[in-house]
């Protein structure tokens, strides 16, 4: 089983950074991530993933703005947030699955983004 926990959320104006973590237990050599996200009254999206291999892929509204990376001594994902918007707003999960995988079985709790305007 794979655990990860979100962190580095927070509050941010329209144009500012975050950068978010989601650290794994265990070896993270054969763990592909994504990272979700769920604004308020909306349903959960994908935002962008990463494989061991290092692909990497995004969603349009974040593509540029973006950066998903993975750190394979620290076990830890990062999701690097520039030029927030207030539409980026919401609760931001990590989701892992082993690299032959089909789904995210592995969720971590969230961490909350608020971009203000």
């Known amino acids: 089983q794979v655990r990860v926990v979100e962190s580095g959320g927070g509050l941010v104006q329209a144009g500012g950074s975050l950068r978010l973590s989601c650290a794994a237990s265990?070896?993270?050599?054969?763990?592909?991530v994504a990272w979700y996200r769920q604004a308020p009254g909306k349903q959960r999206e994908w935002v962008a993933q990463i494989t061991p291999s290092e692909r990497t892929d995004y969603a349009d509204s974040v593509k540029g703005r973006f950066t998903i990376s993975r750190d394979d001594i620290k076990n830890t994902f990062y999701l690097q947030m520039n030029t927030l918007k207030p539409e980026d707003t919401g609760d931001y999960y990590c989701?892992?699955?082993?690299?032959?995988?089909?789904?995210?079985?592995?969720w971590g709790q969230g961490t909350q983004v608020t971009v203000s305007s």
């Open positions: 265990g070896s993270i050599s054969n763990i592909a």
């Open positions: 989701a892992a699955r082993r690299n032959n995988a089909q789904s995210y079985d592995y």
